[in-house]
């Protein structure tokens, strides 16, 4: 006799569920429906059972119907009780309740090594060979549209991370540390990875702190929203616009905030006056909300983080505070390279990297620009198209100013040693 009682799901089991399905996995692959879908699905109370052994559940198995047909989204049991027949009997009772229903088909896509196949084959569900499974998903969902447009968030190309040249060493940390585990939640709480919700950076201007912040939400398919304090405190006060704001961010399901200069609203307030220190309050306050939340990442940007309040670098707020800096020679080359392929120009890659120590990508950007378009108006001039030489982007270089003096560059790398949380 089986050591296990299956009968139907209720809305009490919700968390034993959660519990099973955690401990179930067997297979390396994702599996094509997220937990949340399965969770949905019970909360919508569509067809599920579960089975119960010592007054513990140790399986269950979840579908979603839709009309005549059905989807089974989880197979899941305990590992203890794997091989003994438990998946066969969970999908027994729950094909019984599917047809009873009124369904007429069910499926199933799962890894073939994964918790429930064996089962599946067992019930006789009959596999497809020959087909290739496509999936795209959208990055925002229709009811979020007229949201996204009232607040001015955007949807980012996805390109955008790749077209960042140079800032590799950058680059790598980002992309490990808060673009990965937030692109693959479920595998990162396998492996007890918190998921960033939100993270500092800083470095002097034109470093490229914005750049990241849009490419990471182009990389993610997630909305992008940049809070302008100005334009908070002309509609609504400052205080009161950061908490209105917040809390329609709240009904968003993805979106990178994003606070340039937070330093405006985030400053020292040891000497300042009642509204400034109420502006901060309700900053820290927001950003605990927002934390609660998954799905979501706030980047703020400042150019100094000497300038912030003591508190707001706390760990608990931040998950990580990283230096921006000006490109180092090799990242400078990039830039340059990136800017030649373009243009289609040619010049010595190293000599241009030498010649411009000291600027950040905007700067290169701008020397970049100069050439382009006095190459164009040349060609324009003569009716014959003028290629840029060396001696000409030497000279850009040479009358374009720097962004970052040694002395900022000193202090950068001072902030870098005491601040930065890595």
Known sequence: MAGWQVRDYSVDDLEAVVRVEAESGTSDASPLFRLSDAVAALQSLDPAVVAIADEVMVGAAVSRVEGDKAWILRICMLPSWRGQGLGSALLSALERRLFDDGVRTVYAVLPGDETGAVALRNRGFATRSGLVFFEKHASVTPQAISLLTAIGAELPAKGLWSRVAGMEREKRFIERRLVLPLAHPELAAQHG???????????????????????????????FLELFPARLAAEYGLATG???????????????????????????????????????????????????RDGRLLVCATNSV???????????????????????????????????ARSGAEADV??????????????????????????????????????PTTADYLEAIRCTQATVSSAMAEEFAHQTENFARL
């Open 193 to 223: 990875v918190e998921l960033p919700r939100a993270v500092m950076l800083f470095g002097p201007p034109g470093t490229g702190k914005s750049t990241f912040a849009h490419a990471v939400a182009g990389r993610l398919g997630w909305p």
């Open 242 to 292: 950061l908490s209105r704001r917040f809390d329609e961010i709240a009904r968003l399901e993805h979106v990178l905030v994003f606070i340039d200069e937070v330093e405006e609203v985030a400053g020292e307030r040891s000497g300042a006056d009642a509204t400034a220190v109420g502006v901060v309050n309700e900053l820290l306050k927001a950003i605990v909300r927002f934390r609660a």
């Open 306 to 340: 000497t300038t912030l309040d003591s508190a707001f670098l706390r760990h608990g707020r931040f998950d990580y505070v990283v230096p921006i800096g000006p490109p180092d020679r090799e990242a400078r080359a990039a830039l340059w390279e990136s800017y030649l």
């Open 350 to 387: 190293a000599a241009l990297a030498a010649a411009s120590e000291g600027f950040t990508p905007a700067d290169i950007a701008h020397a970049a620009r100069t050439v382009s378009q006095a190459m164009f108006e040349q060609s324009y001039d003569t009716g014959t198209r003028v290629e």
